[in-house]
Every structure is written in C-alpha cells, then in structure tokens.
C-alpha cells in the first residue's frame, strides 16, 4: 500500500502562485519506481489530468497548465511539488496527487485532495 497526503492548498487571489506538496509513504513505496501525478477536479466537471513526474523526472503536463506549472521532487523521491503559479479563477478546484507503479497505465493511490480557490 501506499498512502498520499496533500497539503498546501488555500485561497490567493488571481496571478497568484501557490506550492502544493505531496508526501507519499507505505513499503510498497520503497519497493517500486512509480510517476507520481496531479488531478484536479473543479465543481460540476470531471476529473482533469495536471501533469506529472516520472520515476527519472521527466515532467509531462495538461495544456492548460503549461508554462504555469511545475512539477519537481524532493531529494529523497517521497514528495512531490506542484508549483502553480500564474493563477486563473479556473484553476479552482481540488487538487489530488496519485501514484502508480512506472509500468502501469492508471493510477493506483490517491491522496484525499486539497482545496485551491482563486479570486478574481
């Protein structure tokens, strides 16, 4: 198993930056390479890919987040950044990170999501 918890969410006015964090833990996380990735789901729509980070840090992300956002990890792989910056009263939505091992094709672990709310 592995668990995932988000933290850094909050309220910022638009152009603003936000640093969300994921902290990922669990044996099987040691065990494996995994990508780790960022969801978003705003009120009344469906589930949106952000991006994400491979296991040798190779950085894919949304169209609609390119040039705005920044995924990295920490030194030790367990946490994983989205840096959001630029920020759009659309970017408001929960924010979730996820796991998958580096050979899977969907996701496996899901954090519990945090909240992000831009103001016009």
């Known amino acids: 198993q592995v668990q995932l918890v988000e933290s850094g969410g909050g309220l910022v006015q638009a152009g603003g930056s936000v640093r969300l964090s994921c902290a990922a833990s669990g044996r099987a996380f040691g065990n494996y390479a995994y990508t780790m990735g960022w969801f978003r789901q705003a009120p009344g729509k469906e589930r949106q890919f952000v991006g994400d980070i491979s296991w040798t840090d190779i950085t894919t992300y949304g169209d609609s987040v390119k040039s705005r956002f920044t995924i990295s990890r920490g030194n030790a792989k367990n946490m994983v950044y989205l840096q959001m910056n630029g920020l759009k009263p659309e970017d408001t939505a929960v924010y979730y990170c996820?796991?998958?091992?580096?050979?899977?094709?969907?996701?496996?672990?899901w954090g519990q999501g945090t909240q992000v709310t831009v103001s016009s």
């Open positions: 996820a796991a998958r091992s580096s050979w899977a094709s969907t996701y496996t672990y």
